[in-house]
């Protein structure tokens, strides 16, 4: 009997390794799958208003800078003055260690190297020039041909910094989730040439959606993969604190029009109002000093398309939590 037990368990272990071996193959070769994407016919301009365009993208709804800024000069954008795209920002994550590219035209170290298309593609679609499936950070699949040609010919313009940003750290579980999981995110439908800039929900539903991504981070998420988890726009994401990632959390508010959201009752000027003041909670992760310098129209088109959203149900009653609770 005792034998027979031994021989069981010896062949269940080796056929545990086996699989564990062939799991490890696998992963292995998965790690640099390539994927097919169509490269957007769009091609920078050295127009002064188009590039003005992008500046005020990059800087404003779109805050490039609070991620591929100069972490260096992360006071300086705090306080809401431009800084350098020069990257190297780390994102902690539970599959990674993420940094944020260099996106000046430096030929060695930045995107100089890259052709229009190519970054037009990685935007849209999701595909690096390299044909690999980059992580969805930067949801811009839906953002206007005009506002992404404005993006990379601001890009274009910038002076070049030269600045290597360190390699990705992927842990065990990273090239797992890397090899089965991380595809390519494109476009929800067919994309705009253009969209009239007027104080419409619809105008509104564009920059929540396809610009400012608020969509992104007030919808709770699997922080493995990235997925939704919960409605859209009834927060409950846990991020890290601003200012002391290891002690604090926050949990991203509810911005339907629910009893339980953040916005109920506030008035349209209110808005407006609570955006000019910037950052109020200092653990806050929002890129308030980008949104602070969008127009009164943005904001009245954003407030309009927030309050048209279906009212969900989901009390965020603590902001700021504590990582040691």
């Not at 910038?158 to 090899?179: L, R, S, T, W, Y």
């Not at 859209?232 to 991020?239: D, I, N, R, Y």
């Not at 509810?254 to 209110?270: A, H, I, K, M, V």
Request: hydrophobic share 35%; aromatic share 8%.
């Amino acid at each position: 009997m005792i034998k027979k037990i031994i021989k069981v368990l010896k062949w269940t272990g080796i056929a545990i390794a086996t699989l564990i071996i062939i799991l490890i193959i696998t992963v292995s070769f998965r790690q640099n799958l390539q994927f097919e994407a169509p490269y957007p016919d769009l091609k920078a301009s050295t127009d002064s208003s188009i590039i003005a365009r992008g500046r005020y993208l990059a800087y404003g709804p779109g805050h490039c800078a609070d991620c591929h800024g100069d972490p260096n000069s992360r006071e300086l954008m705090l306080k809401g003055q431009e800084v350098a795209l020069s990257g190297g920002m780390p994102f902690k994550l539970p599959i990674a260690n993420i940094y944020v590219r260099n996106i000046t035209p430096d030929m060695e170290t930045g995107i100089g190297k890259l052709t229009d298309k190519e970054i037009a593609r990685m935007l849209r679609y999701g595909v690096r020039p390299d044909g690999t499936a980059g992580l969805n950070f930067m949801p811009f699949h839906d953002m206007t041909d005009e506002d992404l040609t404005a993006v990379i010919s601001f890009l274009r313009s910038q002076q070049p910094v030269k600045h290597k940003v360190p390699d990705h750290e992927i842990f065990a579980m990273g090239k797992v989730v890397n090899a089965f999981l991380i595809k390519p995110v494109g476009p929800s439908g067919e994309v705009p040439k253009s969209i009239p800039r007027d104080t419409t929900a619809t105008y509104g539903k564009y920059i929540a959606n396809s610009v400012a991504n608020c969509v992104g981070c007030h919808t709770n998420r699997d922080m493995m993969t990235g997925a939704a988890i919960g409605p859209e726009f009834a927060g409950g994401l846990k991020m890290e604190s601003a200012v002391d990632p290891e002690n604090y959390s926050i949990l991203t508010p509810n911005l339907t029009p629910s009893p339980s959201g953040r916005l109920y009752g506030w008035s349209q000027e209110q808005f407006i109002q609570r955006f000019r003041q910037g950052r109020v909670i200092p653990h806050s992760p929002m890129p308030w000093p980008s949104f602070s310098r969008m127009s009164d129209d943005e904001l009245k088109a954003l407030y309009k398309y927030l309050n048209s959203l279906k009212p969900i149900s989901n009390e965020i009653k603590e902001i700021v939590v504590s990582n040691k609770k």
